[in-house]
Structures are given as C-alpha cells and as structure tokens.
C-alpha cells in the first residue's frame, strides 16, 4: 500500500470514533517495532520524526525505511509525519522528501524555544497550508504552547504556562485551514510531566472539552501523551538507571480525549523507557554480552509491547482494513475543489 495521506487516516478515525497513536522514530528498530504491533493488532498507523531525528538518522534513511514498512506490510496504511517542523523550509523539505503530513508549529519562533505571536503563528501555518494542500499533504498546526523541551525544541517551564484559549483555537483554525490542531492542555514533553497523578487543576480536560464544543469536526492532537508508566521507570531504574519520580499522562484522561475529538496521541517518552530499561537490563544482567543484537532484540520487543497496548487503549486496533488508500493527488484536488473541507464546522458559544 503506498504511504497514506494523514487526512484520510483522521478523517476515517473520526467516523470510527477512535484515536491514533502517533510514535517517533529515529531508526530501524523503531519502525519495525510499530510495523510488528500495527500487524498483530491490524492498525492503521502515524510514523514520525521530528527535526531531531531527520538530522540522527539522515531522513532519506527514515524515508526509505518506512517505504519498505509499506511494501513489508501491504495491509497496513501508513501516513508519514513530520513532528514539530519549526519553519516553512523544514515542512517543504519534508514534503519534497516524501512526507504525507506535516506539522507546522508555529506556536514557537523558528528556534523552537521562543513562544510566538499568534499572527505569527497564523502567518506561517498558513504559508505551509497552502504549499502542503496543493500536494495533497496533511498540516497539523498548535495554538498554545507545551511544557518542557526535548532535544532542544521547547519553551521550557511548566505546562501550564501557555494553555490554549478556545476562542483563538477557533479564529486559529479558521485563519489557517489545518487538517489537525495540537492544543496545550498542561502536558509537556518527556518523562517529567507532573509530580503526581495529574488532576484537573494541572491537566485541563475541562479546557479541550471547551475546544471541543466550538471545533465539533476538528481533529485535535494531544502532545506529550506518554503515561510514564511506573512499572518502565522501575525497570530502567533497577538496572543502574536514575529516573526521578514521574507522572505521565493517564491512559483514562486520553481516551476521555479521544470522546472529545482527539484523534492523534503522540506518543515517544514511554517508548524510550521501554527501550532503555531492556537494554539496560541486557547489559546489567550480561556484562559478558557485545552484540548488539543481544540488546537490540528485547529493546524492540519492548516498544512493541508498549505500542500494541496503546494502539488497543487509543481503539486503532482493527481498523487497519477499514478503508482503501486515496493517492495524494486525489486528495489534492479534493482540497482545490473544496470537496474536503479545511473550513472548520463552528459552533456557537
Ligand atoms: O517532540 C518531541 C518528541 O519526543 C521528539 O523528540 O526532538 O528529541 O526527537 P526529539
Ligand atoms: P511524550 O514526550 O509525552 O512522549 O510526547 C511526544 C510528543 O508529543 C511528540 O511530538
Ligand atoms: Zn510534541
């Protein structure tokens, strides 16, 4: 199956009533690991990389890899996401590479720490709209801005810094015409998101429901969604880690997303701690073993035990034959002849 427009895949998670995990990648072993839990639960899937990762691996590489995922794995529809693009010319390059979704977010400067304006903001999604949807490629944008900072892109502070304001989510969509909106909610990226289980005064459901019931149609991203679970922090410590005490995101506060339109889960911190602690646990238990498969087996035998349950939590799971792919330039002139919407059905106050 070729590589799915990202549109396609929300549009149909929407009818469905379910949401898609969408998992990082930065080499081989991750993509198979996904491929694997996508074929044992029959999900459709979101591969992505963030700037951080296109620079790791080499993004031909990715590009080529998740190819091969597709032709490995015929049944599976497959969208290929750049996460956190911070300007116009790394959306374009993903486009041109062969991505078929982006992320613009623009709730940032271009260097990726520095919240922006919100016209600013509307500027540049707006310029990557335009280029995307002629070619048939999928634009998440953000309004409001996450906590923490992973591999350098990040405001910092905590994640209730910068939440999201209705309103401005429904001018922000209006303006721009993205096929998904990421909101801030009080998450933020990486291990160290709350200091305990998260309630509603540091996780604002309450504030994406709100969103929810103005943007009844619009796909929303929930950022920052691993769970953090303390049975991966456990294992990474027992093995000469040093994790601190940590609460993720609850599996229960996601699928309450998932009832109010959330339809994409990024999710990456719990699939590093599932490929740490395996590996650590090889090299700590094993101090004979050089290898690198010894480690590198269990460590993605790890991430897919971590994405096939999320996959079954998120309802992807048996989904995957739903629907046969529509080619990207079938979707590009569905956005140029408006039969696919990118104004946002809005509700009154
Ligand atoms: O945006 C956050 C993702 O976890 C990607 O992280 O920028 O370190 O690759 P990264
Ligand atoms: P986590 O750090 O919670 O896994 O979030 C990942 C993410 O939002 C990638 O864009
Ligand atoms: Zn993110």
């Known amino acids: 199956m070729p590589l799915v427009s990202m549109r396609q895949l929300l549009d149909e998670a929407a009818k469905g009533g ?31 990389a963030s700037r951080g990762a296109r620079q790791f691996a080499q993004d031909r590489y990715l590009f080529h890899l998740i190819l091969a995922a597709s032709e490995l794995y015929p049944d599976i529809p497959i969208a290929m996401h750049q996460d956190h693009g911070n300007s116009f010319e790394t959306c374009k390059s993903a486009i041109e590479l062969g991505f078929t979704s982006v992320m613009m977010d623009g709730s940032l400067k271009a260097d990726g720490k520095t919240p922006s304006t919100f016209e600013e903001n509307v500027a540049v999604t707006k310029q990557v709209v335009d280029f995307a949807h002629e070619r048939g490629v999928t634009v998440e944008g953000e309004i409001g801005v996450l906590g923490g900072v992973e591999d350098g892109h990040g405001a910092g502070g905590s994640g209730l810094d910068h939440i999201t304001d209705p309103d401005q989510a429904v001018e922000f969509a209006e303006l721009t015409g ?22 509603g005064s540091v996780l604002k459901m309450d504030v994406l429901i709100a969103i929810h019931k103005r943007l009844p149609n619009t796909h929303l991203v929930m950022h920052g969604s691993s769970s953090v679970p303390k049975d991966l922090q456990d294992i990474v410590n027992e093995y000469g880690g040093k994790l601190k005490e940590t609460w993720g995101v609850p599996v229960e506060e996601i699928q309450l997303g998932i009832r109010n339109g959330v339809r994409k889960v990024n999710v990456d911190t719990d699939n590093r701690l599932a490929i740490t602690g395996a590996i650590r646990k090889v090299l700590w238990t094993q101090p004979e073993k ?27 799971a048996g989904h995957a034959g739903d629907y046969s792919p529509i080619p990207i330039t079938e979707i590009a002139k569905g956005y140029a002849d408006g039969t696919l919407t990118t104004q946002p059905l809005v509700a009154a106050k």
């Open 178 to 199: 993205v096929d998904a909106l990421a909101i801030a909610i009080g998450t933020s990226h990486g291990a160290y998101k709350f200091t305990k289980k998260p309630d």
């Open 290 to 316: 050089f290898d690198p498969r010894d480690y590198m087996k269990p460590a993605r035998e790890a991430m897919q035990k971590v994405v096939a349950t999320r996959m079954t939590q998120f309802g992807q």
């Open 18 to 48: 379910y949401g898609v995990g969408a998992f990082n990648v930065n080499d081989m072993e991750q993509i198979q690991a996904i491929m694997e839990a996508a074929k044992e639960t029959r999900s459709p899937v979101i591969i992505q």
